[in-house]
């Protein structure tokens, strides 16, 4: 049977850090799906269409991976999707405990459905989106971080706040 394997998350923006995971994920399953959260903020950087967009030009020469969203509960979207793993990456230590807490929570709620945890390369172990939003807010320079094309689109939101 073909594994399908779920990669949730925000994605505000996607950094190398998900890339290198998708790409690891993708040597073990035989797809992957970047799932990307609805709402989960109020006021998002990148537009829920922009995030999808990026992922896909990203990943477009992957077959494999798909781009898709999800809200409402996790488990219940990877049950719909008939996947059989959820795929974290994991960081840091100050990671563990949250999607420590998580995975148990997901295995509570759906004991068929596994989640693997996957360790980034480790040039990328420090890199968050969070991190990301806040050194482009203050005028930082986020060159390596997030792919190119993560790059050019916060370049364009500086000109178009520069133009308003
Ligand atoms: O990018 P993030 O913020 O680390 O992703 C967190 C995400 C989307 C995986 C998590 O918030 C989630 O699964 N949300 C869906 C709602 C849900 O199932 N909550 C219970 C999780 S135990």
Redesign the pocket.
């Known amino acids: 049977m073909a594994t399908l394997a779920i990669y949730?998350?925000?994605?505000?923006p996607l950094t190398n850090g998900h890339v290198d995971i998708i790409s690891r994920g993708v040597r073990l399953f035989d797809r992957i799906v970047v799932?990307i959260?609805k709402n989960?903020e109020k006021s998002p950087l990148f537009t829920m269409e922009e995030r999808i967009e990026i992922t896909r030009s990203v990943f477009r020469h992957h077959p494999n991976v798909e781009v898709d969203t999800?809200?409402?509960?996790?488990?219940?979207?990877v049950e719909r999707r008939k996947a059989q793993v959820?795929v974290?990456g994991l960081r840091a230590v100050s990671d563990f405990e949250?999607e420590f807490?998580?995975?148990l929570?997901?295995q509570r709620?759906n004991p068929h459905i596994e989640t693997v945890f996957m360790m980034p390369a480790e040039q990328y172990t420090y890199i968050s989106?969070r991190l990301i939003r806040e050194v482009f807010a203050l005028g930082g320079r986020v060159h390596g971080l997030v792919p190119e094309i993560v790059e050019a689109r916060l370049r364009d939101k500086v000109l178009a706040s520069n133009r308003a």
Request: avoid cysteine.
């Open positions: 949730p998350g925000s994605f505000d799932a959260l989960a999800f809200d409402g509960l996790l488990v219940d979207y959820i974290r949250y807490q998580m995975a929570m997901n709620l989106s």
